[in-house]
């Protein structure tokens, strides 16, 4: 984890020399960056076994930077930040990174109008002060005066939330008789707006969860902290008869729980975080099991507590059994392209995961990718089928794929190219506003595309989905027998659950794919949540069995 606290530190200095004009150097920061994140060993570990010349080898670290990272290690900050924030005033790096606005304009609205913080930028925006900039405009202003309302409540990708939930879990768990993740997180939901974690234990967890990060407030039942990467944790400690109750209660969502309350009332009894009573007897609390049960209802698992038809279904018996987990990988890149590591590497990486199979879909033609043409993609296919006589007495297989680009002209991949690759995905990666449905509709009619990838180009914090007409898009898909991916990328998780549950209703299978750039972006599988958020069972998703009925499937689809 601390390489992604550094990380964070990496890219804040990189914004902030970019307010203050200074050339090249947060482009080294952000190269840098990416290096850590993409990074699957601990910098703190590379330290302790091979000292500061272990991080110089790092490709992409410099002396300069790799003395940053050793200051870290060894104090837990970076002085040249603290120096920077002193340079920097205010908000000036939050409104930045509000998309469309970027460092420059940030800096001339400081300049002008001597304003540095979120509160003088909204009044400014009001009074029109920025529209009336040289070269602004009311566009402009508008666009900060919404992004200025996104800010207020900060959110974090469940990508990065969860694995911090999980690592102060792991942390407290000798400390408590019963400790669990609750709220949105365990809800699976793309973004958090902060960690809630509930737990049953002596007055003691508290000491030991204050030490992990700067204290808000501290008290017997709840504490709450501050973490390094500025997200705050709340841990709640409950009597053991009363957990089930609270963590029902504490996971949400809002408007699941007041439903349920309602049915509650309306079988004669109260609901609430300490249990469930008749009058003034306690009738559940210990566990969530129990409490749905004595409501009449079947157990609802977490993902589906938004209150969009669930508790109907529960009380119906209609519950699907959620898919659990996939048997490969359907979108991998590597070296071929913008990918980090080999083709042998990454299938290695799968194994480790226990998969039985990935796909390589490495990009094509696009040049800022390192894309694939004629020449490379045939002996890429000569390495997989090399690294397959290697891989066969594990019982595991490497597929070739691509992923084709969805111009205006359609798919830019030559069909007689296709025709030669195992499992050739698609996807729109430019003019997102230009004919998106019939573009995707070519796609899906190309007799050899086997799955759209990230359906509507969404990309959380920063990019819109697409905007087009997805029941026809999902009935053609599903009439074709082409799959739509469940793009398990952490800031995509594209398709979305209310997607996937949609295209399911037409009959669209899935397939589930990381869009892995290194083998460290295989490890956190959202896209399984994502696809449990969508009502997805095992039969919907291609990749949730094995090898066999994966190569079956190809085999039916070639002729
Ligand atoms: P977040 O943190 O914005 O990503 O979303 P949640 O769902 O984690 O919300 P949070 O942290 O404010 O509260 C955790 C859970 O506690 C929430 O999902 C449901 C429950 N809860 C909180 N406040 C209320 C409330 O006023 N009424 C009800 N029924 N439940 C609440
Ligand atoms: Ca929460
Ligand atoms: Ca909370």
Redesign the pocket.
């Known amino acids: 984890m601390i390489n992604k606290e550094i990380t964070e530190n990496f890219y804040q200095i990189a914004d902030m020399l970019d307010i203050l004009g200074v050339p090249f150097k947060p482009q080294a920061y952000r190269r840098a960056a990416a290096v850590l994140e993409s990074l699957s060993e601990d910098v703190s570990k590379i330290y302790k076994s091979r000292g500061q010349r272990g991080l110089d080898e790092i490709p992409g670290i410099g002396k300069n930077l790799s003395k940053k990272i050793v200051e870290y290690i060894e104090t837990g900050k970076i002085s040249k930040l603290d120096e920077l924030r002193k340079q920097v005033p205010g908000d000036l790096v939050r409104i930045m990174n509000i998309k469309g606005i970027g460092p420059k304009k940030v800096k001339r609205i400081y300049n002008e109008l001597k304003i540095s913080t979120v509160d003088e930028f909204r009044k400014a925006c009001e009074e029109h002060k920025i529209a009336k900039l040289k070269g602004f405009g009311p566009k402009t202003e508008d666009i900060i005066f919404k992004g200025l309302s996104n800010l207020e409540e900060r959110?974090f990708l469940l990508g990065d939330a969860l694995p911090i939930a999980e690592e102060i879990v792991e942390k407290l768990r000798a400390h408590a008789k019963r400790i669990e993740i609750?709220?949105?997180?365990r809800?699976r939901?793309k973004?958090?707006?902060?960690i809630?974690i509930l737990a049953v234990a002596p007055p003691g967890i508290m000491d030991e969860f204050a030490k992990l990060g700067d204290v808000i407030v501290k008290g017997e039942k709840k504490t709450s902290i501050m973490t390094k990467l500025g997200i705050q944790v709340?841990l709640r400690v409950v009597k053991e008869d009363e957990f089930g109750s609270a963590l029902q209660?504490?996971?949400?969502?809002?408007s699941h729980?007041?439903k349920l309350?309602e049915i509650a009332i309306r079988k004669g009894m109260k609901l609430n975080e300490y249990g469930l009573f008749r009058g003034r007897e306690r009738i559940a609390g210990r566990t969530e099991e129990e409490i749905y049960k004595n409501l009449g209802l079947q157990y609802i698992p977490p993902e589906l507590r938004e209150n969009t038809g669930e508790i109907e279904a529960a009380e119906k018996g209609k519950i699907p059994k959620l898919v659990e987990r996939i048997f490969g990988d359907t979108h991998v890149h590597t070296k071929w392209s913008d990918g980090k590591n080999t083709i042998e590497e990454m299938a290695k990486k799968a194994i480790e995961l226990g998969y039985e199979y990935i796909v390589i879909t490495d990009h094509w033609a696009l040049p800022i990718a390192h894309g694939l043409n004629e020449t490379r993609i045939k002996k890429q296919i000569e390495e997989i089928e090399k690294l397959n006589k290697k891989f066969e007495r594990d019982g595991f297989r490497i597929f070739s794929g691509v992923e084709a680009n969805i111009t205006e002209s359609g798919v830019d991949v030559p069909n007689d190219i296709l025709k030669e690759l195992d499992f050739p995905i698609a996807a729109i990666h430019s003019k997102f506003g230009t004919n998106v449905t019939e573009r995707l509709k070519a796609a899906i009619e190309n007799p050899y595309i086997m799955a759209i990838a990230h359906p509507t180009g969404r990309i959380i914090f920063k990019r819109d989905p697409m905007e087009f007409d997805k029941e026809k898009i999902f009935e053609i898909a599903a009439r074709n027998g082409v799959f739509m991916e469940i793009n398990a990328s952490p800031d995509r998780l594209d398709l979305n659950g209310p997607n996937v549950r949609l295209a399911k209703s037409f009959g669209v299978k899935f397939v589930i794919g990381s869009d892995a750039h290194s083998e460290k972006m295989m490890d956190t599988m959202l896209g399984v949540y994502t696809a449990r958020r969508g009502w997805a069972e095992r039969k919907d998703v291609v990749n949730a069995s094995g090898l066999k009925d994966f190569e079956k499937m190809i085999e039916r689809m070639k002729k």
Request: hydrophobic share 20%; charged share 35%.
């Open positions: 959110r609750a709220g949105s997180i809800r939901k973004t958090n707006g902060d809630d709340d209660y504490f996971t949400g969502s809002k729980n007041i309350r």
